[in-house]
């Protein structure tokens, strides 16, 4: 049902439910007990009427120690501390501490949730992985005002933080699609704000939407969705983000529903 609402093959028996997360602590009270294993996850997206289980990939090329402390299995995935992430990874600001950035590999990445849920999943379901971010991770490594100054005065460094971390989403979207029992790619980057986005639409061409373009490419070849998480307005690039594969968007505003019916005969299955 949600493979064919989003990929507008066939018309669904019914709207199907669909949300990027679920706080654990809304899936416990929701079961009425603690969350006990991966087992118990997945059992929680079924009983609550979803058609897909979804799951972070962890181990992004940010050195989060969140994020760290879980692709060194220091941390559960799931708890309380799941939600915690640290913004002292701004430290990029020149060559010197681009190349002293604890970088990862994709050697490093974090899929052991990804494969345990497998054998949870009930027929019919499919894991749908959130991945990112592309855009984020430059003002997170960077920090926002140092990334604004690199924009005129170095811009050569964003765009080899940008390869850098394109280059390993790239891989693990796919090494995920390899995997028969993930259904799809829920890339989330917040771009914007309210009001519109928070760069201009030139930069995510030059340094975000290329590596958004191979990773859809990847989706359509595998045939699996490819949909996109991203707060703010996004009506200026609604068509780029078309070309670049994206089936769906979330979440979305009455001005962006409009835009996107003024788009609708572009949003096409494996465009």
Known sequence: RFHDAVSRQRLPDRVPLAEVGVDIEVMEAFLGEPMADIGSYASFWEKAGYDYALLQVRGQ??????????????LSLHGPEASVSSFSSA??????????????????????????????????MKLIVNHGPQFQSLFRMMGIEKLSFACVENPALIEAIAEKVGELSVSIVENLLQREWVGGIWFGDDMGYTEGLIVSPDFLRKYVFPYFKRMGELCKRHEKLFILHSDGKLTDVFEDLIDCGFQGVHPNRSEERRVGKECRSRWSPYH
Request: no cysteine.
């Open 61 to 74: 090329p940010i050195s989060d120690t969140f994020q760290v402390k879980v692709a060194e299995g220091q």
């Open 91 to 124: 430290k990029i600001e020149d060559e010197e501490t681009f190349e002293t950035y604890p970088w990862i590999g994709p050697e490093d990445v974090y899929y052991k949730d990804v494969d345990l849920i497998k054998d949870y999943l009930p027929d019919g």
